[in-house]
């Protein structure tokens, strides 16, 4: 079995960059995140494979931004799976494609029964892909090398699912529309933030005044600037149920708080004063 290694110095990122320039055809991308863990969207691991030039596995946050590897790549056709999950946090390290084939939406366009990269590789390629790894904590360093096996297959296996799928987009007459659907892609713009994100707390609907309400929208408030200032996934400080269930019974001193393991776990252990604080402030709004 190969063993696969991550490039993190500049050197062996230009190394990377030029190996991919002399390589041939599409280029498959994919990007790797610490989606439940940290508070941040972006890739902790880009991996990318050529024909001609092999896997290359790269470690965003200690190269930064990867402009030299748009420039030989940028102009041409990227194979991602689910496209639209990768690119922000492609795009925020520089690598934005121009052309697309997403595997995925060929996938629902062909009507397959299932669409996960998994299930459609062996569908259409006969190939067993592991996905065990696809909910692990990225942010993680060192990688273990069982992981890095999984994020490589990801990218080597794209490339030959993307001519099949060609082939059968092309029997069901349906290549004009997946072109506009990658095109599409492409297009969408980012979301914008929602107003009033705290109202969005899992189990709202059991609070009841606006005196429990402002508890929440307090709790809410300092979980989310206390997890952006530490990149950790604010479910991971306190979970949506126990701001609830505290906006619902208000503690009566910061010693009863102090008593509930959801607001001293180990993820915001020695937090239990900013928790208070929080409360106080929802207790004295006034509308």
């Known amino acids: ?66 402009d030299a590897l748009q420039e030989v ?80 297959k990801d990218v080597e296996l794209l490339v030959d699912l993307r001519d099949r799928m060609e082939e059968m987009l092309i029997e069901a007459r349906k290549t004009r529309i997946a072109r506009e659907e990658f095109e599409a892609t492409l297009a969408r713009q980012p979301k914008p933030a929602l107003p009033d994100p705290w109202r969005r707390l899992s189990g709202m609907h059991s609070l009841r005044g606006l005196r429990a309400l402002a508890v929440a929208r307090e709790l809410w408030l300092a979980r989310d600037a206390f997890a952006r200032e530490r990149d950790i996934a604010p479910g991971r400080l306190i979970p949506d149920s126990s701001i609830v269930a505290v906006s619902r019974n208000i503690p009566s001193s910061i010693g009863q708080l102090s008593g509930r393991r959801d607001f001293t776990g180990r993820a915001s252990r020695g937090e239990v004063e900013r928790w208070w604080a929080a409360i106080q402030r929802g207790l004295s709004t006034e509308d």
């Open 73 to 152: 790549i940028g102009d041409e056709e990227w194979v991602l799976h689910a496209a639209s999950q990768d690119l922000a946090c492609l795009r925020e390290v520089g690598l934005d494609p121009t052309r697309i084939f997403d595997t995925e939406l060929a996938a629902r366009l062909l009507g397959l029964p299932k669409v996960g990269l998994g299930a459609v590789v062996e569908d259409l390629l006969g190939i067993h892909l592991a996905k065990e790894h696809s909910a692990a904590d990225w942010s993680t360093r060192p990688l273990p090398q069982s992981w890095l096996v999984y994020a490589a």
């Open 1 to 66: 079995m190969t063993d696969y290694r991550v490039l993190s110095t500049r050197d062996e990122f230009l190394a990377a960059v030029d190996a991919l320039a002399a390589g041939e055809g599409p280029v498959a991308v994919d990007a790797e995140r610490a989606s439940g863990f940290t508070y941040s969207q972006r890739a902790y691991l880009i991996q990318v494979y050529r024909r001609g030039a092999g896997a290359f596995l790269f470690d965003p946050p200690a190269i930064g931004r990867m």
